[in-house]
């Protein structure tokens, strides 16, 4: 589906308002007058769901409508799902036990909780080309590049750019994505405060190193002379903070390319008159 002007600017207005419900209706409104009835009924019984539920939809239902509407939902997220959020993505939360994975749960009829890497979220070097751009095949199978072979193809994982665009900018600039959770993790000094690093590509690996894309959007008033650490009172305050900053990089105004390359698939991005990719 190509996206118009207006269902841009209806996107917009859910990504705004992101606790507002009736952004969310308009939208399915103008889904159900474009023949998209199931995605118009999906908002709309999961909207019910979560009213119902105390803002939760996966929560116990208490009632026989609130059970069907639960079926339902399930059905529908069944049956197309996959196509409208992507292969990740989920209306019942992983258990702690599943949570290290990535996934994306869906709220009122959009995405808006994220759980993935850092490197998922911003993009990266290519790990099937390692960065080349090519791969060698040999007896049809793909393998890492290696001096000499012949057989040697554009990588069909990052078409043959050597790197993958992450999921962030196609995400949370048309769902009202409200919090993002990587493996990160700030760092306990002993003065108690919790800091973030600025990754300067000798850190990447400690887990309270963030890289530079994320780190500029990291806000506090409390920053090392240098710039290279930002501080916080709390754990929770500082991943609070870096959720913030992912999105509000994700968000900010740029010029991307029209087709995003994750996960090896091609994922069509919502925007019109794209040429170019910038980088931060």
Known sequence: MTETITERALLAAIIANPDDDQPRLAYADWLEENGQTERAEFIRVQIELANATS?????????????????????????????WFGKFATITPPNA??????????????????????????????????????VQFHDGQPITPRSGNPFVVQCPACHGTGHIVGIGQRIAQTHPVERVVTEKRPWKL???????????????????????????????????????WKSFESEQAALDA????????????QTVTATFHYAGELQPMPMDDIENETDT
Not at 65 to 73: E, G
Not at 107 to 127: A, L
Not at 208 to 227: A, M, N
């Open 55 to 83: 803002g939760r939809s996966h929560r116990v239902w208490s009632n026989e409508k609130t059970l069907d509407q639960a079926v339902r939902a399930a059905s529908i997220f069944t049956e197309h799902g996959e196509r």
């Open 97 to 134: 036990r599943e949570a290290n994975g990535q996934w994306w749960i869906v709220e009122r009829g959009f995405i808006s909780e994220i759980r993935c890497t850092e490197e998922q979220w911003v993009g990266g070097e290519c790990e099937r080309c390692e960065g080349r751009g090519q």
């Open 190 to 228: 002993m003065s108690d405060d919790w800091i973030w690093w600025l990754d300067d590509g000798s850190t990447d690996d400690i887990p309270s190193s963030v890289r530079r894309e994320l780190h500029g959007h990291i806000k506090t008033p409390r920053i090392d002379q240098f710039g290279y």
């Open 242 to 253: 870096y959720s913030r900053a992912a999105i509000e990089w994700a968000r900010r105004p």
